[in-house]
């Protein structure tokens, strides 16, 4: 009887016990990382974290404006209940802001537009609300790891990758994704017996900075729609490309053949450098998607105060665009540019990008072997030598060998870390 009831306090349903089970072990590296830190002044021999997707190249300008709107006197009603979706003011706010920056060929309706915490609670939700439990999304790979959790952990929704094929003789941040490879991949899950509901397009890519271009983004679409299938646009790195040759097309400046099936959604965190705030839009046409996102809204409720701030930041129109933006664009491709130069001059092949905030690291010359067993020796050598990458397996590669950096860190961070990263690659080039 005893025994019985010990082991009962230690239940948990069926549901959470699944959840924990698709937990990567990668996790426990992670944890290492943030439970030693790197610090120059208080702990220099920690782990130097090159693997968490911040950007604080412009946290001067940032801090900066934050001030300013600090002193801006805040309404006491800040402190209270608000609709769950997002404030009237923070949708308006939103429209604004995607009418500035992201060039929507049709009008967009505020009503349209539901603010929530963050791109995990929008890629959860809008896979609820376009996917039974068991069935697909296509996801171009290799992409962010936490995708997978984002759909599957309490949507239920699996993962059905496509692989991205690179083009090694084009110009920057340019892959091979059209309907061709997603046909071919959509008809062997139909043949397998998998029932697919969308395609969730991270555009630029996370890690490769691989930026579809408006006939690639157009062909796509086409197949979606012959398909009728839902497609997310996760736009969270729209106002991260840093080179000037690369034209990014927001899935809202195309004409869509179906624009029910087009859901957006953008956050904060990574082109404002503002991953603290945990705040996300999602806009979508489709009145059931939208109900459904309304329904359930209070489960993804952003900070009224946060929507409020970033408000604030985001209506300041001529300081994005003629003083944060083009300096944050010129610093990224600054510090991009000294550090592949810096791998290359290591014997480390660099995945061309002009996108995001990492460095796409082709370290196949590396391994003992063509295989992901030797790519996690690598990675394991890295984590000896104190500092954290990415390898390509954990962001569902095809290919052993890859590695996602993130360049976009503080100085003193950045310049220890890849010290650290060549001074493996040196160790490797004598063992091999």
């Not at 994704?177 to 046909?183: D, G, R, T, Y």
């Not at 271009?213 to 796509?220: A, F, G, M, S, W």
């Not at 944060?324 to 000294?338: D, G, H």
Request: hydrophobic share 40%; net charge negative; with cysteine.
């Amino acid at each position: 009887m005893g025994s019985h009831a010990g082991n009962e306090q230690f239940r948990i349903s069926k549901r959470a016990s699944q959840t924990i089970e698709i937990a990567s072990p990668f996790l426990v590296h992670i944890q290492a990382v943030l439970g030693n830190p790197f610090d120059p002044l208080t702990n220099p021999e920690g782990i130097v974290n090159l693997g968490i997707a911040e950007n604080k190249l412009c946290e001067d300008l940032m801090v900066e404006k934050m001030k300013s709107v600090q002193a801006i006197e805040e309404s006491p009603c800040l402190l209270y209940y608000d609709v769950n979706s997002g404030t009237a003011s923070a949708k308006k706010s939103a429209k604004r802001f995607i009418d500035n920056f992201l060039n929507p060929i049709t009008e967009i309706d505020e009503k349209n537009i539901v603010i929530m915490s963050g791109l995990t609670s929008s890629l959860e939700t809008l896979a609820f609300a376009i996917a039974d439990s068991g069935e697909y999304i296509m996801v171009p790979s290799p992409y962010y790891f936490r995708i997978r959790n984002d759909i599957q952990d309490r949507a239920e929704v699996n993962v059905l990758n496509v692989p991205l094929q690179y083009k090694t003789d084009h110009k920057p941040s340019m892959c091979e994704m059209n309907s061709e490879i997603l046909e071919e991949y959509y008809q062997k899950a139909i043949s397998e017996n998998k029932v697919v509901r969308g395609i969730l397009l991270s555009n630029p890519n996370n890690p490769s900075g691989d930026v579809l271009t408006e006939d690639q983004l157009l062909d796509i679409l086409e197949f979606a729609n012959r398909h009728n299938l839902h497609v997310i646009a996760n736009e969270i790195y729209a106002l991260s490309v840093f080179d000037p040759e690369i034209t990014f097309k927001s899935l809202l400046s195309l004409p869509l053949p179906n624009p029910n099936m087009v859901h957006f959604t953008w956050g904060s965190s990574k082109d404002l450098g503002l991953s603290g705030f945990r705040i996300s839009m999602v806009y979508t046409k489709n009145p059931n998607v939208l109900s459904y996102c309304l329904s359930v809204s209070a489960f993804t409720t952003a900070s009224r105060l946060i929507q409020h701030r970033l408000q604030e930041i985001i209506d300041d129109k001529d300081w994005l665009s003629k003083v944060f933006l083009p300096t944050k664009f010129s610093r990224m491709q600054k510090r991009y540019q000294e550090i592949t130069s810096q791998l290359r001059q290591h014997g480390a092949r660099v995945h061309t990008s002009g996108a995001t905030m990492f460095i796409w690291l082709d370290l196949r010359e590396f391994l003992q072997e063509p295989t992901f067993d030797a790519e996690n020796s690598l990675f394991l050598k890295f984590m000896s030598e104190k500092v954290f990458v990415v390898p390509g397996k954990e962001l569902y590669n095809q290919d052993p060998g890859m590695f996602r950096i993130v360049f976009t860190l503080d100085e003193p961070v950045i310049k220890e870390g890849i010290r650290r990263v060549i001074k493996v690659l040196q160790d490797c080039r004598r063992q091999l």
